[in-house]
């Protein structure tokens, strides 16, 4: 019973300094790379009384610089974060059903719809029948609805700081276009059919919240303008790619 309540005061507490730490970085006039490290370490430590270190069968594709210990990290540019570099437009290099688990954020947007469709269609191959996909992206509807159309005074204060762009026409265009580093940005509905097409059944979430303990205290990011999805491979069914 004590343990037990220690690891749920630990929880609350290093909640707590996620969220202090995420409102401190989009509050700060320019890029800050210690809160970054900082948050980087609070989610280790969340995960680290959440759940037991995964053994090889976890995978995160498009890690950049965030290493998450036990997963094995992909990204086209080696990184000291990096396992296997890979063109994640390409074929994943991983057998079919090898993975329990799957976490992606910040990367569909920068491929072309072509493209990241074949990288959810691997996705999905990679998976064991139950396998999870857990998938942050941006989202067009409250990128439009809360940068441009009712733009609200923290995003654009954001934009205006990290993008430099000001006012909700060049806010929008900046988060769409990210220097020209994004292909396609999703909402809900076009997302989901994608991944329900390829034989997911999918489930909309929110940060750091899951169902699955290792799909916990992953996400980066919480501003308000992405999707969280959480996409099952069923334990039996469709092929990849034919229509549910």
Not at 62 to 78: A, K, L, S, Y
Not at 80 to 98: C, H, I, Y
Not at 192 to 197: D, N, P, Y
Not at 223 to 228: H, R
């Amino acid at each position: 019973m004590l343990n037990r309540f220690s690891k749920h005061l630990g929880l609350f507490r290093v909640g707590r300094r996620l969220r202090r730490l995420q409102r401190a970085y989009y509050r700060a006039p320019a890029k800050n790379e210690a809160l970054i490290v900082d948050y980087f370490r609070a989610l280790e430590h969340a995960r680290s009384l959440t759940m037991p270190m995964p053994h090889g069968r976890c995978l995160h594709l498009g890690c950049e610089d965030h290493r998450i210990e036990g997963w094995i990290n992909v990204d086209i540019v080696r990184t000291g974060a990096v396992d296997v570099q890979a063109d994640l437009s390409r074929p994943l290099p991983f057998p079919d059903g090898a993975m329990d688990f799957i976490h992606s954020e910040d990367l569909l947007e920068h491929l072309e719809p072509d493209a990241g469709r074949t990288l959810l269609v691997e996705c999905f191959r990679v998976l064991r029948p139950g396998g999870v996909m857990r998938l942050l992206t941006p989202d067009l509807e409250h990128l439009v609805t809360d940068v441009y159309l009712y733009p609200r005074a923290r995003h654009l204060a954001w934009s205006d700081a990290y993008l430099g762009a000001p006012t909700p026409c060049e806010a929008l265009n900046a988060h769409c276009r990210m220097g020209g580093e994004h292909r396609f940005i999703y909402d809900f509905g076009h997302l989901a059919r994608a991944l329900e097409s390829i034989g997911f059944r999918v489930r909309r979430t929110a940060w750091n919240r899951s169902r699955h303990p290792c799909l916990r205290y992953l996400d980066l990011r919480d501003f308000g303008l992405n999707l969280f999805l959480e996409a099952t491979k069923p334990a039996t069914g469709n092929a990849a790619g034919e229509a549910p």
